[in-house]
Antibody, heavy 119, light 110 residues
Framework: EVQLLESGGGLVQPGGSLRLSCAAS????????MSWVRQAPGKGLEWVSS????????YYADSVKGRFTISRDSSKNTLYLQMNSLRAEDTAVYYC????????????WGQGTLVTVSS | QSVLTQSPSASGTPGQRVTISCSGS????????VNWYQQLPGMAPKLLIH???QRPSGVPDRFSASKSGTSASLAISGLQSEDEADYYC???????????FGGGTKLTVL
């Protein structure tokens, strides 16, 4: 059974940093691209970033480029999102998702972790 | 403003058929597969339709989807109360080099 468990969310001040983790199980982690998708309170889904199965290729939404870094550790079956220079508009539930190919096909999602950026 | 355009809301009575549309452009829907997600209240999104019109195992055949040109649509027949949810379309965008979502359609079962 595929499981994705996010952690690391919380309250952070504007300009601060936070690292999210997503522990994966139930599939061969290194064989699949992974992504982060976020949802601001009361708003729709917004893709944040993707990383290839090997970790060699990364992609970012313009809204986070230069501030967020996606990475993965296949020895720990864990996906990460390092978030720096956080802004109020980054406040959202962050979901990790298992991705099929380089597409918008996300076949499994985690339960999400809430990030609140506020002073 | 989302890159993919969806009507904000849709509604129907139990047993009816409803359609949700998703409009994009040649750089996204026009050249890549469309996927649909269902988000029940307070829950994480769930894959509903992949590869334009394929249902994952476990998704009832009441749900169907199609794509034509730069638009896609999701149809739900035999509407049930448990179908009340937000529905999102998504596609890869070749110009943005990333995934784009529709703004979501809130389906109300009257």
């Amino acid at each position: 059974e595929v499981q994705l468990l996010e952690s690391g969310g919380g309250l952070v001040q504007p300009g601060g940093s936070l690292r999210l983790s997503c522990a994966a199980s139930g599939f061969t982690f290194s064989s699949y691209a992974m992504s982060w998708v976020r949802q601001a309170p009361g708003k729709g889904l917004e893709w944040v970033s993707s990383v290839s199965g090997s970790g060699d290729s990364t992609y970012y939404a313009d809204s986070v480029k230069g501030r967020f870094t996606i990475s993965r550790d296949s020895s720990k079956n864990t996906l990460y999102l390092q978030m720096n220079s956080l802004r109020a508009e980054d406040t959202a539930v962050y979901y990790c998702a298992k991705q099929i190919g380089g597409s918008s096909f996300f076949d499994y999602w985690g339960q999400g972790t809430l990030v609140t950026v506020s002073s | 403003q989302s890159v993919l355009t969806q009507s904000p809301s849709a509604s129907g009575t139990p047993g009816q058929r409803v359609t949700i549309s998703c409009s994009g452009s040649t750089s996204n829907i026009g050249s890549n597969i469309v996927n649909w997600y269902q988000q029940l209240p307070g829950m994480a999104p769930k894959l509903l339709i992949h590869s334009n019109n394929q249902r994952p195992s476990g998704v009832p055949d009441r749900f169907s989807a199609s794509k034509s040109g730069t638009s896609a649509s999701l149809a739900i027949s035999g509407l049930q109360s448990e179908d009340e949810a937000d529905y999102y379309c998504a596609a890869w965008d070749d110009s943005l080099n990333g995934v784009v979502f529709g703004g979501g359609t809130k389906l109300t079962v009257l």
